[in-house]
């Protein structure tokens, strides 16, 4: 009975193992983009493409985006839960944040004759 509460415990603890050593592996296989990513214009696929990104802090940097507004600077990332300084230094050389559009010029209607 002992044995087999024990096994039991091992076969456990192994597989546990292996889960978090294949999670740290596709971690280490990510690579980063070749080009910066738009922190303004990215969707949640191409955020997870950045190192130490992964599915809820690409979530939490678009909804951060959604109710905030536009990025203005890198350092507003700091602002997203789980990006600290060291974070935001590893992610520099790959993310940009792009400059907000020209206002809309207002179109006036031809001069009467």
Avoid: C, W
Avoid at 63 to 79: T, V
Avoid at 95 to 107: D, G, H, M, Y
Wanted: hydrophobic share 45%; charged share 20%; no cysteine.
């Amino acid at each position: 009975m002992i044995s087999s509460s024990i096994s039991s415990r091992v076969v456990a603890l192994i597989a546990t193992l292996l889960f978090v050593l294949s999670f740290v592996a596709a971690q280490a296989q990510k690579h980063p983009p070749a080009k910066p990513i738009d922190l303004n214009l990215a969707n949640v696929k191409e955020l997870q493409e950045l190192p130490g990104v992964g599915p809820v802090t690409a979530q939490r940097i678009i909804d951060l985006r959604q109710k905030s507004g536009r990025f203005h600077r890198l350092e507003d990332l700091l602002a997203v839960r789980g990006i600290s300084q060291k974070k935001l230094d590893a992610l520099r050389p790959y993310v940009t944040v792009s400059a907000p559009p020209p206002p809309a010029q207002k179109v006036s209607p031809p001069a009467k004759k």
